[in-house]
């Protein structure tokens, strides 16, 4: 028994080519936000903490400065400790008198590893700094339009039903008022 399936892929390439022309990027319409999430992003990206200011969240400024000074502390103390150690390692090859006399060579390896890896994490937490400045500045910019009004609450009431006579609930209940 033969069975032949003739299939044609031309009409499909054209549908897709169709498809594609026929769909336009649509731009994300933000004016109706109070704040504009793609200019704070595009200041904290020239300035970190910028993008925070246009939102009008600007106690979020220290404590990023503060974030981004502790890990430049950190990456110059282990990069110090790594060029001790490194330099140690390099007169421990020469025969030269080190730091670190107690030390054979695997131990002075291991905290030039120990400190590079140390200062490269630091460099890396850096990193995760400058982007959490973007995505908090765009995050906070799309929720500046959020309804945060009085009529919006959450309260924890205590809470007693009765079943029966003798059968009686006590707890805690949440209550969403909107």
Same mark, same amino acid.
């Not at 549908?15 to 109706?32: A, G, H, I, M, T």
């Not at 595009?42 to 400024?61: D, E, F, H, T």
């Not at 590893?113 to 890396?124: G, H, I, T, V």
């Not at 973007?134 to 309260?155: E, K, M, P, R």
């Given at each position: ?109 291991? +905290? *030039? %590893? ?5 200062? !490269?994490?630091?460099?890396? &937490?850096?990193? #995760? /700094? ?7 500045? +765009? *995050? %906070? ?5 959020? !309804?945060?009004?009085?009529? &919006?609450?959450? #309260? /924890? ?22």
């Amino acid at each position: 028994m033969c069975l032949f399936v003739n299939c044609s892929a031309f009409s499909q390439e054209a549908e897709v080519e169709n498809l594609k022309k026929s769909e336009k990027k649509v731009k994300p319409d933000y004016s109706n936000l109070p704040k504009n999430p793609r200019k704070a992003t595009l200041y904290s990206a020239i300035l970190p903490g910028a993008g925070q200011v246009y939102n009008n969240k600007a106690w979020k400024v220290p404590i990023l400065y503060a974030g981004i000074m502790t890990d430049v502390y950190f990456i110059r103390f282990n990069n110090r400790r790594y060029q001790v150690f490194r330099q140690a390692l390099f007169d421990f090859d020469d025969g030269n008198i080190n730091d670190f006399p107690n030390l054979n060579r695997d131990a002075l390896v291991r +905290n *030039v %590893d120990y400190w590079r890896r140390n200062r !490269d994490l630091c460099y890396l &937490l850096l990193a #995760g /700094i400058y982007a959490l400045n973007l995505i908090d500045a +765009n *995050v %906070d910019a799309h929720l500046s339009g959020f !309804d945060i009004s009085d009529d &919006l609450a959450l #309260g /924890i009431e205590p809470h007693f039903e009765t079943f029966s006579a003798n059968n009686n609930s006590m707890g805690v209940s949440l209550k969403l008022k909107f």
